[in-house]
């Protein structure tokens, strides 16, 4: 399968979105269906204060990475998201404790622990969540 460019579609998990493109994302993953890029720029302009050709470049880049679909309604461009947003955090989660933590979680929360970034909370969540664990499926 190809891209609108003729490129081959990556796979999912090989799609690599910048901070400013993940902006873009989450406007288009909470939209219920296809948006005009008008929306995606109203809703960013009131958020990141960004202007319509920064989010329309976004917005191109995206596409030619194959994380968003372009759908022509007239002379209207619509968007949505091909890459699903379970599928980017995954991703995104697992290269950053790769990265930073040799691929172990322990550490990644220890360093949260031990710079009080935990929570009485948070505490008791991952407590409540090894439990779950430790007891399986």
């Given at each position: 399968?190809?891209t609108?460019?003729?490129?081959?579609?990556?796979?999912?998990?090989?799609?690599?979105?910048?901070?400013?493109?993940?902006q873009?994302?989450?406007?288009?993953?909470?939209?219920?269906?296809?948006?005009?890029?008008?929306?995606?720029?109203?809703?960013?302009?009131?958020?990141?204060?960004?202007?319509?050709?920064?989010?329309?470049?976004?917005?191109?880049?995206?596409?030619?990475?194959?994380?968003?679909?372009?759908?022509?309604?007239?002379?209207?461009?619509?968007?949505?998201?091909?890459?699903?947003?379970?599928?980017?955090?995954?991703?995104?989660?697992?290269?950053?404790?790769?990265?930073?933590?040799?691929?172990?979680?322990?550490?990644?929360?220890?360093?949260?622990?031990?710079?009080?970034?935990?929570?009485?909370?948070?505490?008791?969540?991952?407590?409540?969540?090894?439990?779950?664990?430790?007891?399986?499926?």
């Amino acid at each position: 399968m190809t891209t609108a460019h003729g490129l081959p579609m990556p796979d999912e998990q090989e799609i690599s979105i910048s901070d400013a493109e993940s902006q873009v994302m989450e406007v288009l993953w909470r939209a219920p269906a296809a948006v005009l890029a008008e929306q995606v720029v109203v809703a960013l302009y009131e958020t990141r204060h960004w202007q319509s050709a920064t989010v329309r470049t976004l917005l191109d880049r995206l596409h030619r990475k194959g994380a968003i679909a372009v759908l022509q309604d007239g002379r209207h461009c619509l968007y949505r998201p091909v890459l699903a947003r379970e599928t980017w955090l995954t991703a995104e989660s697992d290269r950053l404790v790769q990265r930073l933590f040799g691929g172990r979680i322990a550490p990644l929360v220890a360093h949260f622990g031990r710079r009080g970034k935990l929570s009485p909370a948070d505490l008791r969540e991952l407590r409540r969540l090894l439990e779950e664990f430790d007891r399986g499926p």
